[in-house]
């Protein structure tokens, strides 16, 4: 017997719907900007922004396009039954646009001294994911 076990177990994983149209656009290489404003659902072009934002070294605006990613993230998985805790599996295409605006939150955060977001959000991620985690912080 597992004495560490949770004997009231764990959530459900959470998948977020689809965005297909989104999804394509980005995967046909659309400008993130542009999917971001025909899709505003997208945590996926919002990511993306916040990674150019960083690439550009301009934390400030990563930080916001991340923050609008997560947010709208956060909308679509409280519509899809999540409690606040539980998995998000990075293994489901859909998560990923969450996971990922909020892996640059952290990073963001981090990179502007608010150490406190930076492991709030850091800590959320492996949470969520540990698969997400390790892809995205290395």
């Given at each position: 017997m597992d004495l560490h076990q949770n004997l009231l177990?764990?959530?459900p994983a959470t998948r977020l719907p689809d965005l297909p149209e989104a999804h394509e656009a980005l995967a046909a290489g659309t400008d993130p900007a542009e999917v971001a404003a025909r899709f505003p659902a997208s945590s996926a072009a919002w990511a993306g922004l916040a990674e150019r934002a960083f690439a550009a070294g301009d934390p400030v605006a990563t930080y916001a396009y991340a923050r609008t990613g997560y947010h709208r993230g956060l909308d679509q998985l409280r519509?899809?039954?999540?409690?606040?805790?539980?998995?998000v599996p990075w293994e489901h295409e859909p998560n990923r646009g969450f996971l990922r605006a909020l892996h640059m939150l952290a990073t963001a955060a981090g990179a502007i001294g608010e150490t406190d977001e930076a492991e709030r959000c850091s800590?959320?991620?492996?949470?969520?994911?540990?698969?997400?985690?390790?892809?995205?912080?290395?």
């Open positions: 177990g764990e959530p519509r899809a039954g999540w409690k606040g805790h539980g998995p800590t959320f991620l492996r949470d969520s994911s540990a698969t997400a985690a390790d892809q995205l912080q290395g």
